[in-house]
């Protein structure tokens, strides 16, 4: 994968910290990378029917590409201690930030594995690893949606457009759904999901319901546990258009969409 950017940052701290670059650039300026991940087809052959039935497709694997960071000057024994612990000493995935303006919005999930010391004579320089991801794709920023009401009972229509380039998968966001003074119920339909009902009743008022869809965990500000009032029909954005209709006696809703599936060449 190649990169115009020099600077990056991985698990919140930049490159510059240690004096390094994103390097390796091909003399010719032409250069080849893996523009999507392989995909598994999987298929299955009947007798005499010369076309096989398609059974399924899904990523075969999580992307991995190559990087080489330098330093113009000679990296010391004290700064290479500190890198090898900043940069591949990681025991879990962390974000991967390249620092240029069509990459502005999303990030890498992931490890840098199999790392190799660059040296001219004696001189260490800089660092080759291969960065392995947590997915198949990069991901874009969480992103906060405040749908806010005045009116003691709410019927609003909205329109959510899921973009991910990750054509098969839901989106589960985030609520924190806080009630008006009259407490009472919340629904939410998806006409674009076959009208799936994400609904709460007998809610208190100004209550706060916090809940992840993608976690399936629900907390309320009154302390009680709010399962038995909950429909479990968890919610869901379906990839391309979602029409949203909006009831009950809610002040404000705000919802958090993670994890926007990017393909990033």
């Not at 994968?1 to 490159?15: R, W």
């Not at 700064?79 to 390249?98: A, C, D, E, G, V």
């Not at 260490?124 to 806010?148: H, L, Q």
């Amino acid at each position: 994968m190649a990169f115009y950017a020099i600077s990056y940052q991985y698990n919140g701290v930049p490159s510059e910290t240690y004096n390094l670059k994103i390097s390796g650039i091909e003399s010719s300026g032409e250069s080849s990378s893996m523009g999507s991940t392989p995909m598994d087809i999987i298929t299955q052959k009947i007798f005499r029917r010369p076309t096989p039935y398609l059974l399924g497709v899904t990523p075969s694997e999580v992307l991995t590409f190559d990087i080489e960071v330098t330093s113009p000057d000679e990296i010391d024994a004290e700064t290479y201690q500190l890198i090898q612990k900043w940069m591949f000493s990681s025991r879990k995935y962390h974000p991967l930030l390249i620092f240029q303006p069509d990459m502005a919005s999303v990030y890498f999930n992931c490890i840098f594995n199999n790392p190799k010391t660059i040296r001219i004579g004696n001189v260490i320089v800089g660092f080759t690893a291969t960065v392995v991801c947590d997915s198949p794709f990069a991901y874009e920023w969480e992103k906060d949606i405040n749908y806010t009401y005045t009116s003691p009972t709410v019927n609003s229509n909205v329109l959510f457009y899921n973009s991910s380039d990750d054509n098969e998968a839901y989106i589960y966001p985030k609520f924190i759904i806080t009630m008006n003074n009259f407490g009472g119920f919340v629904s939410i339909t998806n006409s674009d999901d076959s009208g799936r009902v994400f609904s709460f009743t007998g809610l208190s008022p100004s209550e706060i319901i916090t809940m992840n869809n993608d976690l399936q965990t629900i907390s309320s500000s009154t302390g009680l546990r709010r399962l038995s009032n909950f429909n479990k029909n968890f919610m869901r954005l379906v990839p391309g258009k979602n029409n949203l209709n909006i009831q009950g006696n809610i002040a404000n809703i705000k919802m958090t969409t993670q994890f926007l599936a990017k393909k990033i060449g």
